[in-house]
Structures are given as C-alpha cells and as structure tokens.
T-cell receptor, first 112, second 115 residues
Framework: AQTVTQSQPEMSVQEAETVTLSCTYDTSENNYYLFWYKQPPSRQMILVIR??????QNATENRFSVNFQKAAKSFSLKISDSQLGDTAMYFC?????????FGAGTRLTVKP | KAGVTQTPRYLIKTRGQQVTLSCSPISGHRSVSWYQQTPGQGLQFLFE???????NKGNFPGRFSGRQFSNSRSEMNVSTLELGDSALYLC??????????????FGAGSRLTVL
C-alpha cells in the first residue's frame, strides 16, 4: 500500500514571500502520479499541480512548482510570491491506477 | 460547463439510520470516486466507479456502499450510521478510470453529522 506523509501540519508565510511545503511518499509501484491539491476554506478541493513519476523534469504551474526527488521519494511544493488567496489546506497525494492516498494536509496561512 | 455536483450539502442523521449521498460528475466524465474527510483520519479513499462498475475499494466496512448509473451519476450509501461516520464526503470525477493519469475534479462535498 502507498503512504503519503506531510510533516508540517501548519505553516504561515508573509504575502509576496516564498514558502515550501514538504511531502514524502512510499510506493512499490513504478507507474504513479503525484499531486498537490488545495482546499480553501470554502472546501472545494482543486488541483494545484501534477507530476508524472516517469518524468524527471519538475512540474511548474505559474507561481507553483515542485521539487520531485524520485530516489528520496520526496515531492515538495514551492509557492512563490504568496498571495492571500493561497490560504488553504494543501494535500499531497500519490495515485496509481488502483490506489489513491492523500497526506494529512498542511494548513497554510498567508499573512498580509 | 457545470462542475461536480453533490447533494445534499448538509445533513444530520441519528445513529442507526442510513443515508444516501448523490454525485453528478462533469458532463462527459465517466469515472467517479468517493472520499471521506475527517479531522482525525484526513482524506480516505472509499471507492471508484467506472462504467457502472466498482473498480477499486478502500478499507471501509461493508456498511459503506455505492453504485453508478448509466448516466455516470453516482450514489453512496452508509447504513447503520455510527457517530464516527460524521465527516465531509467528497466526490470527484475524471474523464476515465485511474486517477493517476486522469485529473480529479472535486465537488464541494456533503457534510454528514451523526447524532
């Protein structure tokens, strides 16, 4: 079974600064995908960024980028130029075709 | 186009009752998956349906069941409710099966409170 660990229950960052959220995972699969999802206080979960495990290049999506270290099974999320709207719970997830696992989440607060 | 719609948004039940939650996926999406979110256990996968068939099931007791209809709409049912079933139940849809290759779009959730 897959496991996903987010070791930072809560984090805060000043507006316009950069913050990195940590995630480690464990899986015996060779073909899997990694995701970061964001759940704002309104509760609707939305996709932030996605990484295919077979791709070495780190995924980026505007202000969001990942540092994917496959050997270390690490998948951190970097948010640059943090905005107040980035305040949310962030979930790291590891999915393959038969199993879906989420981390416990990191509550990020962006302070003005 | 419309997103993933979950009904009802809020409901209160008592122990021993049963509940049915509904999920309408994005038009054209054929896969629906369900998750339970609680403060203590986080997000846990319940099951995934594709073309009216259950593809995968998480580690939940048999009281939790689901189904998918020919129009891809899905329902989940929890029988003999327990206090610990109080949670936010999230539904997500994707174009095809296998959430790895297919991006999930989540609904707003159904908040179940069991008294």
């Amino acid at each position: 079974a897959q496991t996903v660990t987010q070791s930072q229950p809560e984090m805060s960052v000043q507006e316009a600064e950069t913050v990195t959220l940590s995630c480690t995972y464990d899986t015996s699969e060779n073909n899997y995908y990694l995701f970061w999802y964001k759940q704002p206080p309104s509760r609707q979960m939305i996709l932030v960024i996605r990484q295919e495990a077979y791709k070495q290049q780190n995924a980026t999506e505007n202000r969001f980028s990942v540092n994917f270290q496959k050997a270390a099974k690490s998948f951190s999320l970097k948010i640059s130029d943090s905005q107040l709207g980035d305040t949310a719970m962030y979930f790291c997830a590891c999915h393959n075709n038969n199993d879906m696992r989420f981390g416990a989440g990191t509550r990020l607060t962006v302070k003005p | 186009k419309a997103g993933v719609t979950q009904t009802p948004r809020y409901l209160i039940k008592t122990r021993g009752q049963q509940v049915t939650l509904s999920c309408s996926p994005i038009s054209g999406h054929r896969s629906v998956s369900w998750y339970q979110q609680t403060p203590g256990q986080g997000l846990q996968f319940l099951f995934e349906y594709f073309s009216e068939t259950q593809r995968n099931k998480g580690n939940f007791p048999g009281r939790f069941s689901g189904r998918q209809f020919s129009n891809s709409r899905s329902e989940m049912n929890v029988s003999t409710l327990e206090l610990g079933d109080s949670a936010l139940y999230l539904c997500a849809s994707s174009l095809n099966a296998g959430a790895g290759a297919n991006v999930l779009t989540f609904g707003a959730g159904s908040r179940l409170t069991v008294l």
